[in-house]
Every structure is written in structure tokens, then in C-alpha cells.
């Protein structure tokens, strides 16, 4: 059974970087596509990014585009989500997804589409 522990969040100024990481165990994690998440307060739970499993393909939201980088390294069994540019409309629980199957891209930002999930990480932007 995988298991992801995401660490790295906390409290941060608008304007301000953040790196999120997530250790993933109990599989092999070169075969995870693996993503990330968020649900603010009062909203739906949201697609972040995605990463293949080589990294070799990175897919990315809308509003998130050009400001958050997502990485892994399989020797490490590690996937990473670097946020720059951070701003108060950021603020939510993040979580690492991990995906064993192969998908299509329509299904890239559905929830349901990942096998596995972490506890979530609360990463505050203050204005």
C-alpha cells in the first residue's frame, strides 16, 4: 500500500516562495504518476499539477501557471510542488496524489482519477 506524508507548509507573506515536498512509501515510485491539490475554506477541492513518471511531462492549473514548479526524484521517492509568487488567494490544505494506472488527459485534474493521497499540508498566505 503507497503511502504519502507531505511536508513543508506553513505560514508565509504574499510575494513570498514555499516548497512542499511528499515521501512516498509501500510502493515503487517510479510507476506513481504523481499531483497535487488544494481545498481552501469554503471551496471544492482543486487540481494543482501533475508530474509523469519520469518527469517528463508537467501539467499545470490555470492559476497556478508560471508560478508553481513541480518536480520529483525517483531516487529519492520524492515528489516536490515550489511555490513562488505566493498569494493570499493560495491559501488552502494541500495534498500529494499518486496515481499507479495510465489516464487521459481529460482525466488528469479529477480527483477520483489518483489511487493514493496524503494527510495534507495547511499552507497560509498572509496579504
Known amino acids: 500500500q503507497v503511502q504519502l506524508v507531505e511536508s513543508g507548509g506553513g505560514l508565509i507573506q504574499a510575494g513570498g516562495s514555499m516548497r512542499l515536498s511528499c515521501l512516498a512509501s509501500g510502493g515503487t515510485f517510479s510507476q506513481l504518476i504523481m499531483g497535487w491539490f488544494r481545498q481552501a475554506p469554503g471551496k471544492e477541492r482543486e487540481f ?3 508530474i509523469s513518471r519520469n518527469g517528463g511531462f508537467k501539467f499545470y492549473a490555470d492559476p497556478v501557471e508560471g508560478r508553481f514548479t513541480i518536480s520529483r526524484d525517483n531516487s529519492q521517492n520524492t515528489a ?6 505566493l ?6 490544505v494541500y495534498y500529494c496524489v499518486a496515481a499507479l494506472r495510465n489516464f487521459y488527459d481529460s482525466e488528469i485534474k479529477v480527483w477520483s482519477t489518483y489511487d493514493h493521497w496524503g494527510q495534507g499540508s495547511q499552507v497560509t498566505v498572509s496579504s
Do not use: R, Y
Not at 516536490?80 to 509568487?85: E, F
Open 80 to 85: 516536490i510542488l515550489q511555490m513562488d509568487s
Open 87 to 92: 498569494m493570499p488567494e493560495d491559501t488552502a
Open 48 to 50: 494543482v499539477a501533475a
